[in-house]
T-cell receptor, first 110, second 116 residues
């Protein structure tokens, strides 16, 4: 599975959009981009995934560049409860383990 | 609650003792994963089961670690002769894997192990 690169940490003001970038320049055609987040003392939580097209659900939007080498997770109106570590993971259907890396620590401030 | 359940939530043990953790996945989920997470790091894959078969093990899973999933339902992770380096959060996740489709993992809250 392709490796990903994320910033170590980011800040966002409450109520503003949080845009979390992820680089995955070695992604192959059949690999999906997944995002999970982990709030302190809890297990990771699935947020969203995408292959080529942009995706939106009740939690977030995922924007994938046309060349698929990078993506951005958007939390449209961040709340204090969105403070967490966000993991961007690339994985194909034939792969087994999700490899999490260190993720981006997002701090939402009042 | 129908999520992934892990017990115990916390375990303190002395070096050299054996410990066992239990994971109850979401009902009907056919895959079950074990991960380990240390402070400041992301979760690291240990092993996974497809129904009752253990299909992959990480090289992180030393001979002192053993996992089972009898009857393809709950799973146990045992660590024998614990060492201080085993101190970590042990996470369990389950998923239902349809063919040719992305897989979403559902995680439990983990078991925090402290080896003194």
């Amino acid at each position: 599975d392709a490796k990903t690169t994320q910033p170590t940490s980011m800040d966002c003001a409450e109520g503003r959009a949080a845009n979390l970038p992820c680089n995955h320049s070695t992604i192959s055609g059949n690999e999906y981009v997944y995002w999970y987040r982990q709030i302190h003392s809890q297990g990771p939580q699935y947020i969203i995934h995408g292959l080529k097209n942009n995706e939106t659900n009740e939690m977030a939007s995922l924007i994938i560049t046309e060349d698929r080498k990078s993506s951005t997770l958007i939390l449209p109106h961040a709340t204090l409860r969105d403070t967490a570590v966000y993991y961007c993971i690339v994985r194909g259907n034939s792969g087994y383990a999700l490899n999490f890396g260190k993720g981006t620590s997002l701090l939402v401030t009042p | 609650d129908t999520g992934v359940s892990q017990n115990p939530r916390h375990k303190i043990t002395k070096r050299g003792q054996n410990v066992t953790f239990r994971c109850d996945p979401i009902s009907e989920h056919n895959r079950l994963y074990w991960y380990r997470q240390t402070l400041g790091q992301g979760p690291e894959f240990l092993t996974y089961f497809q129904n009752e078969a253990q299909l992959e093990k990480s090289r992180l899973l030393s001979d002192r670690f053993s996992a089972e999933r009898p009857k393809g339902s709950f799973s146990t992770l045992e660590i024998q002769r614990t060492e201080q380096g085993d101190s970590a959060m042990y996470l369990c996740a389950s998923s239902l894997v349809p063919p040719q489709a992305p897989e979403k993992l559902f995680f439990g809250s983990g078991t925090q192990l402290s080896v003194l």
